[in-house]
């Protein structure tokens, strides 16, 4: 069976839908419709929008649910995440993050303490943070000696981006990597005078076979990084799952039922999804029980080069300071036969693609597609082409192919000032110029967090529509360069242009007959709060097909009020 086919086979296969009409009223309902809407009250059905203030005919019978004046806004979708990553980072990973970590001495005491706990020989898994080297008193990252102290008996890697990763003696010892181990295609080893690997390695996470964790850990994390999406107002996620047994987990999620939110499935080709696995429909196949309303197969996810954060991005010219200009990870022909393979399977290709010549390369194999759209309506993506390296001309090349570029919102805080200092003041000095993309060359750049672990509120999407609107960095400076958005627009890139670049927008990004009854609730309007509150704004509800899945107290809603009755 092909991807096709279990696709149709299970768009109408939706189960567990609430039943009964619900009324929400008494609320300041930004709808997100074309025409702008805002609303007084919604009816829903089935876990479907019924009507907009509906008549007192259309609402007879219903439950009501009064939201006292407060506003509802679309459930928030995050277009680009890694809720696996976070729960690796949270729950199953030591805490290594400034401002709890200051030095390396300080890692490795942290890390000690959790190695007095374990067996020899069990894998211990550190998280830092982007640019971690720029925040703490040494001014680099450990290396293997320094990961030595916590132990020679347990292996040890400590993650900074999903791009650098930083392993002691005992874990290259278990991974089989000594000086005659070969750097990958997109990535590399940090090596000493003699060649002998120093522990950094720069995308080679895979090309290393580092390990997973088993279910029994990861479903429990997984579970609780999803408690956290929710209570944020986060109701659909993008989820580029980057682990081999990150697939059969969620799998495993949904068919427990603890899988709440609605997750679109992008498996990596090919270290996560083999590229035969993907063109015969066997991926597909893994998802023929799942409910698509909650988990399905979006499309697949490739790398043709590494991060910007390890300096493996390809470039056309050095980074700043630097005779590194990156990697490709395959090569251009390569590439282009596995996206025509892939896109003649009817999948969705999104593809990590940071340096200038990286995202050229990209556009060149989909410039060689017969039609560059993917069997769910939604054009192919280039993840992280915005953020940085972002010229007229290849935004006209994007705009003429249909391709959609990705920048990360969230990044202008939590990345930008590295990006600088890796690009110098001349590429540096044109970073995330969401204002251009969005208003004047007319983008409908998806709201996403690609978040890992490494900053609490990265997966934050008011997190990330404050970034926009503020465009502060982590390093206290402001970026002064106009491209600052509103926060209707920014709120419209979490709704309406994330579910449209998943091929989604039938049936989420708006609160409009037909479309499930997906929706936030806060105390405040967004659109009209100060900034600064808009950073730490967090919904009291969350609800997912028109049901409660998250409230902080008080708002909880146990039993139905009166049901309605025409006047």
């Known amino acids: 069976m092909s991807n096709r086919d279990v696709a149709n086979q299970n768009a109408t296969k939706a189960r567990g839908m609430p039943t009964g009409k619900l009324l929400v009223t008494n609320a300041t309902i930004l709808t997100m419709d074309d025409a702008g809407t805002t609303a007084r009250s919604l009816l829903i059905d089935r876990g479907r929008v019924v009507a907009i203030d509906p008549s007192p005919e259309q609402a007879e019978g219903a439950a009501i649910v009064d939201m006292g004046g407060k506003t509802v806004v679309p459930g928030l979708i995050d277009a680009h995440t890694h809720m696996e990553m976070i729960a690796y980072g949270w729950n199953i990973a030591v805490n290594v993050k400034p401002p709890l970590v200051r030095s390396i001495d300080d890692m490795v005491e942290r890390l000690s303490e959790k190695a007095a706990t374990l067996p020899a020989g069990q894998w211990i898994l550190g998280q830092g943070m982007h640019y971690q080297n720029q925040h703490i008193a040494e001014g680099r990252y450990p290396n293997r000696w320094d990961l030595d102290r916590v132990s020679t008996e347990h292996p040890v890697v400590v993650r900074f981006s999903f791009h650098i990763n930083v392993f002691n003696s005992k874990a290259l010892e278990v991974l089989g990597v000594d000086k005659n181990t070969p750097?990958?295609?997109?990535?590399?080893?940090?090596?000493?005078a003699d060649g002998v690997p120093n522990g950094v390695s720069n995308d080679m996470w895979h090309a290393l076979n580092a390990p997973d964790w088993p279910y029994e850990e990861v479903g429990p994390a997984l579970a609780n990084a999803q408690a956290s999406f929710l209570e944020n107002g986060v109701t659909a996620i993008t989820e580029f799952t980057l682990f081999r047994g990150g697939v059969d987990a969620y799998l495993e999620m949904e068919r427990r039922k603890d899988?709440?939110?609605?997750?679109?499935?992008?498996?990596?080709?090919?270290?996560?999804?083999?590229?035969?696995?993907?063109?015969?429909?066997?991926?597909?196949?893994?998802?023929?029980?799942?409910?698509?309303?909650?988990?399905?197969?979006?499309?697949?996810?490739?790398?043709?080069?590494?991060g910007l954060t390890s300096r493996a991005a390809a470039m056309y010219e050095p980074y700043w300071d630097s005779d590194l200009k990156g990697h490709l990870s395959f090569k251009p022909e390569e590439f282009s036969e596995i996206v025509g393979k892939l896109h003649g399977a009817g999948?969705?290709?999104?593809?990590?693609?940071?340096?200038?010549?990286?995202?050229?390369?990209?556009?060149?194999?989909?410039?060689?597609?017969?039609?560059?759209?993917?069997?769910?309506?939604?054009?192919?993506?280039i993840e992280h082409a915005g953020n940085c390296l972002w010229t007229d001309e290849r935004a006209k090349r994007f705009a003429d192919l249909g391709v959609l570029p990705v920048p990360q919102p969230p990044f202008i805080y939590t990345t930008a000032a590295g990006y600088r200092k890796n690009l110098g003041p001349?590429?540096?000095?044109?970073?995330?110029?969401?204002?251009?993309?969005?208003?004047?060359?007319?983008?409908?750049?998806?709201?996403?967090?690609?978040?890992?672990?490494?900053?609490?509120?990265?997966?934050?999407?008011?997190?990330?529509?404050w970034a926009m609107v503020a465009r502060e960095m982590n390093n206290g400076e402001t970026l002064t360069d106009g491209e600052n958005?509103?926060?209707?627009?920014?709120?419209?890139?979490?709704?309406?242009?994330?579910?449209?670049?998943?091929?989604?927008?039938?049936?989420?990004?708006?609160?409009?007959?037909?479309?499930?009854?997906?929706?936030?609730?806060f105390d405040d309007n967004p659109l009209t709060v100060s900034s600064e509150k808009l950073r730490d704004m967090m919904p009291n509800q969350t609800w997912i097909g028109g049901e409660q899945v998250f409230a902080r107290d008080g708002d909880k809603v146990s039993t139905p009020k009166q049901a309605h009755a025409p006047a």
């Open 183 to 192: 750097d990958s295609d997109g990535g590399y080893l940090e090596r000493d």
């Open 259 to 306: 899988l709440k939110i609605r997750v679109a499935l992008y498996p990596k080709v090919p270290s996560v999804c083999p590229l035969d696995d993907a063109l015969s429909g066997k991926m597909s196949a893994r998802f023929a029980d799942a409910d698509p309303s909650r988990l399905k197969l979006g499309g697949m996810k490739m790398f043709i080069d590494g």
């Open 485 to 521: 958005l509103d926060v209707m627009t920014s709120l419209r890139m979490y709704t309406r242009f994330a579910a449209r670049s998943i091929g989604r927008e039938h049936e989420i990004g708006s609160l409009e007959p037909g479309k499930f009854a997906d929706f936030v609730v």
């Open 347 to 381: 999948y969705q290709i999104c593809v990590h693609a940071i340096g200038d010549l990286a995202q050229d390369v990209v556009l060149d194999a989909f410039a060689a597609l017969p039609e560059r759209k993917a069997f769910n309506g939604a054009a192919h993506r």
């Open 426 to 465: 001349v590429r540096g000095a044109d970073i995330f110029p969401m204002r251009r993309m969005v208003l004047e060359q007319k983008f409908a750049v998806p709201g996403n967090s690609d978040a890992i672990g490494i900053h609490p509120k990265q997966h934050v999407p008011m997190f990330g529509i």
